[in-house]
């Protein structure tokens, strides 16, 4: 590919060996419950409609992309599982997750410096977060969406948990773009790096209602650590998952908090006894300084992204969150 594809990670994995974490390797939804019989529960539908939604958007673009019809201007590399027809993939040498052409990716939207600056294209800001640069690419974030995002549907309904995803999405490309210009993005990873910083926040925010929570604490922190440090690695963009998840972590503190007095006087209170609820002190003085925090974060961050700003201008030392240099692999000015 004339331009290589950044993707977003491939989704936030927790050590298989933590006893609070599932066989399959993700945080389990039963990692730390609430010690309330009354807690109401909603069901989970937005996060299964972002994954069949993602799913489809894949479809169509290996629809699209038809690598068997433009095969013949490559010289070299077959198409991958030809027996897909159009579907079938590009040559790994080209993408080795299974999956279509930068070309295909950037007619979709996939994240571009130059043209969400200097072309006003500002809508892939939002556009790159519903692709996927492999089949691989793909699954390994839908898996992790499910096994984070319907805990969170099912304690805090669709509308709280879908303006988490969307806004830490937007915050992890806005901060990708920032600091990466010369190649594409895509990947939901900074909405699910959202996800995974609400869960933390809200846990803390939070602390007094659930048990296990020093263990929980540790689990998210843990999963947090591997996943942003499997970042630093070539061809990722770790900047995108850094924007999601301080935006998801911040937006946790404000949309995600419980009222806590009302759950610790029913403890000593015979059933049905009426007790007014209201959040704590400190969880009100959380609230007020991430919506600070997040109004000029935003701000700053999209006044200097449509200046043209180049964020590794103003931090020489960022481009090492992004990419670390090995004896094995380089990393270019673009933190590659």
């Not at 997750?97 to 892939?124: C, I």
């Not at 995803?165 to 915050?171: A, D, Q």
């Not at 263990?215 to 922190?221: D, M, P, R």
């Not at 094995?328 to 590659?336: F, I, V």
Request: net charge positive; hydrophobic share 45%.
């Amino acid at each position: 590919m004339s331009r290589e594809d950044i993707e977003r990670g491939g989704g936030v994995k927790s050590s298989g060996s933590n006893n609070n974490s599932n066989r399959n390797g993700y945080l389990s939804t039963s990692t730390y419950v609430i010690e309330d019989a009354e807690a109401h529960y909603w069901t989970s539908w937005l996060v299964p409609m972002f994954v069949v939604a993602n799913i489809v958007v894949f479809v169509v673009m290996m629809y699209i992309n038809n690598c068997p019809k433009h095969l013949h201007t490559r010289f070299e590399g077959k198409c991958v599982a030809r027996f897909l027809g159009r579907f079938s993939f590009e040559p790994l040498k080209d993408n080795p997750l299974f999956g279509p052409s930068s070309a295909t990716l950037q007619r979709f939207g996939a994240l571009e410096w130059t043209k969400v600056v200097h072309e006003h294209q500002g809508w892939r800001l939002i556009s790159c977060m519903w692709l996927h640069a492999g089949i691989i690419h793909l699954l390994a974030n839908m898996l992790s969406l499910v096994f984070f995002g319907i805990r969170l549907e099912q304690q805090f309904g669709f509308v709280r948990v879908g303006i988490v995803y969307l806004l830490s999405g937007f915050g992890g490309s806005v901060l990708s773009s920032l600091f990466i210009r010369n190649n594409i993005s895509v990947g939901a990873s900074g909405a699910l790096f959202g996800l995974l910083g609400a869960m933390l926040s809200e846990l803390i925010t939070n602390w007094s209602i659930y048990t296990n929570k020093a263990a929980a604490l540790f689990t998210l922190l843990v999963i947090t650590a591997i996943n942003l440090a499997i970042g630093i690695l070539p061809h990722v963009d770790n900047f995108a998952h850094i924007g999601g998840f301080l935006s998801g972590f911040l937006l946790g503190f404000v949309l995600l908090l419980r009222s806590q007095y009302g759950w610790q006087g029913r403890r000593n209170l015979p059933s049905g006894a009426g007790v007014k609820s209201k959040p704590k002190a400190y969880q009100y003085a959380l609230w007020l300084v991430s919506v600070a925090l997040l109004i000029v974060g935003f701000t700053v961050a999209l006044v200097m992204l449509f200046k043209g700003e180049n964020g590794n201008d103003h931090c020489h030392w960022c481009h090492y969150l992004s990419c670390v240099p090995t004896s094995r692999w380089k990393c270019n000015e673009n933190n590659l």
